[in-house]
């Protein structure tokens, strides 16, 4: 039973715009959600992070949303350059268990020149 | 500094044979994982190593599943007999602190094909 839920496998941007990557989590313990990128034939490396008592977290170009009544995130990377190119993968965390993160199955994203 | 390491980056073994997956992780990390991804699917959190102690091994899928690491330093794990179900990227990472799961550093993976 899968606990963190990226629904979309890929997502397809034009060079510039705006790209949104969603994720719904089930576990109400989770209280630290993660967002790391990963290129191919690379580990995933962190991104950026969001702890439950803020409800957004920005890091130059990337911005993470926490919805925490809706169990639902999002990671907003805005202008998106071709180099976005990979992986994303959201996961989350227990900060007062094992700290752990439990990870989502992924979203490929592919932005376009 | 040298990242997260892991040798082989490649595995192709047939069924029912035996496989030594290696880790090296950033000097000074007490703190090692294992995880592995089966393709399309999420990363799964295998075990978790403080120093040369288990710390949590509950991600393990089964006994043919085997990790040490021995002195702390470098880990191994080993599958044997190797099933069709144990292929999938195995991935090491390595942290100094267990409460930052962002600090965590991972290795580039060892693609693990049973045939």
């Known amino acids: 039973d899968q606990q963190v839920k990226q629904n979309s496998p890929s997502l397809s941007v034009q060079e510039g715009r705006i790209s949104i990557l969603n994720c719904d989590y089930t576990n109400s313990m989770f209280d630290y959600f993660l967002w790391y990128k990963k290129y191919p034939a690379e580990g995933p490396t962190f991104l950026i992070s969001?702890?439950?008592?803020?409800d957004k977290n920005e890091d130059g170009r990337f911005t993470v949303f926490l919805n925490k009544s809706a169990k639902h995130l999002s990671l907003h990377i805005v202008p998106s350059q071709p180099g976005d190119s990979a992986v994303y993968f959201c996961a989350a965390s227990e900060s007062g268990g094992s700290y752990i993160p439990t990870f989502g199955r992924g979203t490929s994203l592919i932005v376009h020149p | 500094e040298a990242g997260v390491t892991q040798f082989p980056s490649h595995s192709v073994i047939e069924k029912g044979q035996t496989v030594t997956l290696r880790c090296d992780p950033i000097s000074g990390h007490d703190n090692l994982y294992w995880y592995r991804r089966v393709m399309g699917k999420e990363i799964k959190f295998l075990l978790h190593?403080?120093?040369?102690?288990?710390?949590?091994e509950s991600g393990m899928p089964n006994n043919r599943f085997l990790a040490e690491r021995t002195g702390g330093t470098y880990s191994t794990l080993k599958v044997q007999p190797a099933e069709l179900e144990d292929s999938g990227v195995y991935f090491c990472?390595?942290?100094?602190?267990?409460?930052?799961?962002?600090?965590?550093?991972f290795g580039q993976g060892t693609r693990l094909t049973v045939v």
């Open positions: 190593f403080v120093k040369e102690s288990k710390q949590d």
């Open positions: 990472a390595s942290s100094q602190d267990n409460r930052l799961p962002g600090a965590a550093f």
């Open positions: 969001i702890s439950s008592i803020k």
